[in-house]
């Protein structure tokens, strides 16, 4: 399955953003999802992940209450809703794919197996 990743952007504290991770080449409805991100030099962290049913979802505790992800099968597409968008938020983000049916999301990075090429967000003090 392939992945893009869109709707990063430059915005002001406060703000909200909208991602979007369309899937195509396979039925992703099978699939886990999850939203990472990466500030150069640090290591890559998770912020989101949904269960390929959708019942189950984890957020890291940096977003809680402020980000939700949300997936519609219909469009193989995942979503990522940021609100109240904070400078530490500033990374570039990334959504994978990974083929299962398991009813518990994952957080570890090394347990996706497709990737999207990143998208940016920028968030201004």
């Known amino acids: 399955v392939q992945l893009q990743a869109s709707g990063g952007g430059l915005v002001q504290a406060g703000e909200s953003l909208r991602l979007s991770c369309a899937s195509s080449?396979?039925?992703?409805?099978?699939?886990?999802f999850g939203w990472f991100r990466q500030v150069a030099g640090k290591e890559r962290e998770v912020v989101a992940a949904?269960?390929?049913?959708?019942?189950?979802?984890f957020y890291a505790d940096s977003v809680q209450g402020r980000f939700t992800i949300s997936r519609d099968n219909s469009e193989d597409t995942v979503h990522l809703q940021m609100h109240s968008l904070k400078p530490e938020d500033t990374a570039v983000y990334y959504c994978?794919?990974?083929?299962?049916?398991?009813?518990?999301?994952?957080?570890?990075?090394?347990?996706?197996?497709?990737w999207g090429q990143g998208t940016q967000v920028t968030v201004s003090s």
């Open positions: 994978a794919a990974d083929p299962t049916i398991h009813p518990n999301t994952v957080k570890t990075s090394a347990s996706y197996i497709h």
């Open positions: 949904i269960s390929w049913s959708g019942l189950s979802r």
């Open positions: 080449g396979s039925t992703s409805y099978r699939y886990r």
